[in-house]
């Protein structure tokens, strides 16, 4: 399994950007896919997960901000983020499951693979 993260960069505040994770070597539809993101001196944390259902989770710092969705045909995931801060500066990485369910999506344990990770940087 591949994931391939890409669409980070430097945005300003209040800006957008959409991220994207190509996925190769798995049935995409039958996983859990999700970002996390890791910034300089913390722990990898979550920020959204999409079901094998088309559920979707959020960590409650980007409730109403950011949108995660889906492309089961073209093994897509995406992360649509709006109204940055510079706290939303991070790596973000891109992960993927089979055994997880959508009550442990929000833990880093749950996912089999991971991706390289896309910088995103939120300057004021």
């Known amino acids: 399994v591949q994931l391939q993260a890409s669409g980070g960069g430097l945005v300003t505040v209040r800006g957008s950007l959409r991220l994207s994770c190509r996925a190769s070597?798995?049935?995409?539809?039958?996983?859990?896919m999700a970002w996390f993101r890791q910034a300089p001196g913390k722990e990898r944390e979550f920020v959204a997960a999409?079901?094998?259902?088309?559920?979707?989770v959020y960590s409650d710092s980007v409730v109403g901000r950011f949108t995660v969705f889906r492309d089961n045909a073209e093994n897509t995931l995406s992360l649509q983020m709006s109204s940055l801060k510079p706290e939303d500066t991070a790596v973000y990485y891109c992960?993927?499951?089979?055994?997880?369910?959508?009550?442990?999506?929000?833990?880093?344990?749950?996912?089999?693979?991971w991706g390289q990770g896309t910088l995103v940087t939120v300057s004021s």
């Open positions: 070597g798995l049935t995409f539809r039958n996983y859990i």
């Open positions: 992960a993927a499951t089979r055994r997880g369910t959508s009550s442990t999506s929000r833990w880093t344990g749950t996912y089999e693979h």
């Open positions: 999409s079901t094998r259902t088309d559920g979707v």
